[in-house]
């Protein structure tokens, strides 16, 4: 397990001066040599536009705060997201266009490219104990957005305040318990890495 905490991350401006986007990690690809195989970050957006273009990527959107903003995605309806943690998934590729309804948000998002790993992304509260499972070929990251938690595995334990993020990744090929314990709200994020296809 490795701890991260708000100093470690990078905040960028974006070059059209409408938002901050603010890295919390990424896991490079050793084998494509492309830029990163999944990468996680927070973005503040300031103004209404459009969004980035990442061609082979999967992207994952969670609203954490602010009065919310409706998404143009494609040809399809607008999609409203105004309450915490509301999900919405899309392609890289796709053309999404971002209307705030009032005022600066705040959101969580996870990039994966779709030839090299998965992601899935919860949110949820957690009073007490929570476990988690991790197998060969998995990461999960486990960003803590209020409280604190601490977490277990069978030779580690690290605490974990608001805003600090855990990365654990698998270091065996058999199926290995993770417990978290604590109170608060957590945003987890599990990667499953795809076998390796060079490229030709």
Known sequence: MRLLRPSDYRR????NDGGWTTEIASCEDNCNQTDFVWRVSIAEIESD???????????????????GMELDINEQAPRRLDKRFEHV??????????R???????DFNVMTRRDSATAEVHARPINGTMLAF?????????????GQITARTGHQAIEAGANATLI?????????????????????????????????
């Open 12 to 15: 960028t401006r974006w070059k």
């Open 49 to 67: 536009g459009p969004f980035s273009s990442f061609p082979g990527v999967r992207r994952d959107l969670l609203m954490l705060a602010g009065n």
């Open 89 to 98: 998934r899309f392609e890289g590729e796709d053309s999404v266009h971002c």
């Open 100 to 106: 705030l309804l009032a005022g600066p948000t705040r």
């Open 134 to 146: 991790s197998e060969a070929g998995s990461t999960w990251l486990v960003h803590v957005f209020a």
């Open 168 to 200: 654990i990744e698998s270091v065996s090929d058999r199926r290995e318990r993770i417990v978290l314990e604590g109170g608060g709200e957590l945003v987890l994020v599990r990667f499953n890495t795809l076998e390796c296809k060079p490229a030709e």
